[in-house]
């Protein structure tokens, strides 16, 4: 899947320069074009592979440069006001080449909560392609003011992208980390899991044909729908060998060392369950997903029909959702590695906590005005009190 990523603020300005990393480290080709937006020019001077003609400092007339200082009704506002500047480096991008947009913000802060859902609004007016948001959530010992951004932001932000995709850095921060290091590898974990979803179907010349093949138009039909999603992933090494063709996968190995076929079944099937019940982006109970999307990657010989179609049946029977696709993505690396896309899931405790601290903190903050309130969907749908969007 060709993606056109924009990062919007410190956080998603980090990630798409980490994403630019990894495709030129795999080779995915996932990434067509790449922009980061942000208020503060120091961020922007930080990254190392956003070219420097698709950086974009917004707001120079309002904070000269240095940020909005977590006010993401001002960062919401430079946004709007100088989105004619986002658009000119948009409009370098191959957009008849790209799949869909994917914005990423970290919710917490000023620019990237207020001037995400803003660029999402804008650009699905104009463009006919998706437009994926993927929201990374703030820890819980971030405070108050980046509790109440990332409610506010998480609201208006799933109500104007076709899916918003989320990482929660509370369920991924190690304890006695720096916040430095937690944050480097938090992204390494966000990149390795959306590199593989989004890298499904986009194979190089040399590389091995997929069996059953998972192409852009399988990762847009499970997204419909909007909502919520979140990703699962499990790995296991394995021994490289040399690469069998399609005949492998009826054998289940290749190059004179066929591995047996039951073996492969049950290592793919067991790498489904621990991506799903596992660590997922963003922690959820699976029953009741709308739509789920399953995408083993790994060595040829190590991937088979059968391990992908029961770990497929197995994610029906615990989503109790029909809509289940799934397929393999052949790379050349030593290890087999399933990710689970699981889309509209409704049963999230943090987005509930989130909400209900948020409202707590909202009446503390003098300078939030009254606004017209809504729901956040059917996430909080049994909430008496609601709170107040960003626009």
């Keep these: 899947m060709k993606l056109a990523m924009i990062g919007f603020g ?23 074009a790449a922009v980061a937006v ?3 020019r120091a961020d922007l001077m930080g990254l190392q592979n956003v070219p420097e003609e698709n950086r974009v400092l917004i707001g120079q007339s309002r904070v000269k ?3 909005v200082g977590a006010d993401n009704e001002l960062g919401a506002e430079i946004a709007e006001e100088d989105i004619d500047e986002v658009q000119g480096a948009i409009d370098n991008i191959p957009v008849h080449e790209v799949d869909a947009f994917l914005i990423i913000a970290g919710m917490g802060g000023g620019s990237g909560s207020g001037g995400a859902p803003v660029i999402a609004k804008h650009l699905k007016r ?16 971030e405070g108050g003011i980046y509790t109440l951004n990332a409610a506010r932001s998480f609201q208006t932000f799933v109500r104007e992208v076709d899916n918003l995709m989320m990482f929660d850095n509370d369920a991924w921060r190690q304890s006695g980390e720096s916040m430095e290091s937690g944050y480097a590898e938090i992204n390494e974990e966000i990149v390795t899991r959306f590199g593989i979803l989004f890298g499904a179907g986009e194979i190089g010349g ?24 979140t990703i699962g992933y499990a790995a296991e090494g394995v021994e490289m060998q040399s690469s069998g063709g399609l005949l492998s996968r009826f054998t289940g190995g290749g190059g004179g060392q066929a591995e047996d076929t039951a073996h492969t079944t049950n ?6 369950r621990k991506a799903a019940l596992g660590r997922l982006t963003l922690p959820c109970e699976i029953q009741g997903t709308e739509r789920a999307l399953l995408v083993m990657s790994g060595p040829s010989p190590h991937l088979n029909r059968k391990g992908i179609e029961r770990g497929r049946k197995w994610l029906e029977e ?7 696709r799934g397929g393999d993505y052949p790379v050349n690396e ?15 405790p943090r987005i509930k906590e989130l909400q209900q601290v948020a409202i707590e903190a909202q009446d503390n903050i003098d300078d939030i005005q009254q606004e017209s309130q809504t729901n956040l969907e059917n996430l909080v749908e049994d909430d008496e009190d609601e709170l107040d969007p960003l626009f």
Aim: no cysteine; glycine share 16%.
């Design 267 to 272: 290592r793919i099937t067991s790498l489904v």
């Design 318 to 324: 615990q989503t109790g959702s029909m809509e289940v």
């Design 334 to 348: 030593p290890s087999v590695a399933s990710v689970v896309l699981l889309s509209g899931v409704t049963n999230v």
């Design 10 to 32: 410190q956080a998603g300005g980090k990630i798409v320069d980490k994403f630019l990393e990894y495709d030129q480290r795999t080779q995915s080709g996932i990434v067509r």
């Design 38 to 40: 942000n208020t503060a």
């Design 65 to 67: 440069g240095h940020g």
């Design 206 to 229: 040399g590389d091995d044909v997929a069996e059953s093949v998972v192409d852009s138009s399988e990762i847009i039909n499970t997204l419909a729908g909007g909502g919520v999603s």
């Design 126 to 141: 104009i463009y006919t392609e998706p437009v994926y948001g993927l929201g990374i959530l703030p820890g819980g010992d």
